[in-house]
């Protein structure tokens, strides 16, 4: 397909346990960023990537909070050990503009999400 | 920093109403201005955008034009149909910076 995609769209988890999300943006995308969507909220900025550069990561909420993207392509957010605070739907997104907000390719494409529940 | 307010919800109508939903941001310089909706169980989808002042954005009937001098991107439609239930967020882009998302407004529209 040609959207962003992501997996597991559904995840439970225990309190304690490593959760990995994936995220595979649109091919040739330049931008990948992570967003925290708490029910009944606008979503709220994580991290950014540049190809394989993480160029920021101030909206991680602990260092718990881990995110890659080793070759420029595929991303995974990385949670050890879950508390229940991290229930949300995280969500990724993808676009062509080399750096955010830059005009007419700073559209950013969304996948349909994680939602994650910690037990 | 860059912030988004919207209106609060939820908003309900009846079919075929006209629709307003009122966004106002601040930030420096000059940002892009987005809509974007969330249709129940599906993901954020650009609804439309406008990239600099006096823009109007439109698509799939709805309208919002980028004010700066009230600095304002107030999402309309004319006639909304059922179809139109959803979330809406506004949202800016500002150069080199977070994108910013306005918590949503949720549209009921009744038959």
């Known amino acids: 397909g040609a959207g962003v995609s992501q997996s597991p769209r559904y995840k439970v988890a225990k309190r304690g346990q490593d959760v990995a999300l994936r995220c595979d943006p649109i091919?040739?995308?330049?931008?990948l960023f992570w967003y925290q969507q708490a029910l009944g909220q606008g979503p709220e900025f994580l991290t950014y990537f540049q190809n394989e550069a993480q160029l920021d990561k101030s909206g991680l909420p602990s260092d718990r909070f881990f995110a890659e993207r080793p070759e420029g392509s595929v991303s995974t957010l990385k949670i050890q050990r879950t508390q229940q605070e991290d229930s949300a739907v995280y969500l990724c997104?993808?676009?062509?503009?080399?750096?955010?907000?830059?005009?007419?390719?700073?559209?950013?494409?969304f996948g349909p999400g994680t939602r994650l529940t910690v037990l | 920093g860059n912030s988004v307010t919207q209106m609060e919800g939820p908003v309900t109508l009846s079919e075929e109403a006209f629709l307003t939903i009122n966004c106002t941001y601040t930030?420096?310089?000059?940002?892009?201005l987005f809509w974007y909706v969330q249709y129940p169980g599906e993901g954020l989808q650009l609804l439309l955008k406008a990239t600099k002042a006096d823009d109007k954005g439109s698509n799939k009937g709805f309208e919002a034009t980028y004010r700066k001098e009230t600095t304002s991107f107030h999402l309309e439609k004319g006639s909304v149909q059922v179809s139109d239930s959803a979330v809406y967020f506004c949202a800016l882009d500002n150069y080199g910076q977070n994108f910013v998302f306005g918590p949503g407004t949720r549209l009921s529209v009744l038959p």
């Open positions: 091919s040739g995308h330049v931008s």
């Open positions: 997104a993808s676009s062509r503009s080399l750096i955010p907000g830059q005009g007419r390719f700073s559209e950013q494409f």
């Open positions: 930030a420096t310089g000059y940002p892009s």
